[in-house]
């Protein structure tokens, strides 16, 4: 009985983790590919301070105003990314950095505002996964699959940028931007290394469940235990050999 209850409750996270995968696993390619890594801590950090200063600033926004400033904070930090990797090719890494400290200060400013601001930064930042509900669940799975679908247009700048604004702000209120960071960028080494998605997916997700697993043996956070083991597991892709 305890088992079943076990694995009924591990459920939830688990699939979360699974389509919080598929949905970032083509945006990631497109992020090594373009050379712009840090975007999706800029975005993410900036649809994080929307989010906060709507719960500061404006009584009981509510989930569709909180994610609706969510929304339009990860979309003008996007398109700023966006005009300066187009204008200052060299210096885009630098200046997509700065874009994040930015954010970052102001999601500070913004929790300071906020009597129960240092808890939400501090769930944006690193979630609890295991607490993961079937709302969550679906709405991931929604993002996974128009990811896939649109996968195509993500070549195109204009569909990119918007394309992962809008994803990166629904994503990182579920799994927190340290593990939608490295569930970027884990994947994508894997690709990068010559192994197809079935083995990239295969191989981070792996590494979600031993997460997960470490989280509830040791009582621990779980968002901090699967960015942890992401990261693991996209340093193991350096061991491959690029075919």
Known sequence: MSAALFDAWFLAPALALVFGLIALMPLGHQVLHRGVVFIDLAVAQAAAAAALMAAAFIDHPGWLGTQGSAMAGALVSAALVAWLARQWPAQREALIGLVYVAAASLALLAARADPHGRERLSQLLAADVLWADWAQVALLAGCALAVLALRPLLARNRFFYAAFALVASLV????????????????????????????????????????????????????ACVALALALAGALSALLKPR
Do not use: N, Y
């Open 172 to 223: 990182v209120p579920v799994l927190g931007l340290f593990v939608v960071f490295a569930a970027l960028i884990a994947p994508a080494l894997w690709m990068r290394a010559g192994r197809h998605w079935g083995q990239a997916l295969a191989a981070t997700g792996m590494a979600c469940a031993a997460g997960l697993l470490l989280s509830w043996l040791l009582d621990a956070p779980s968002g």
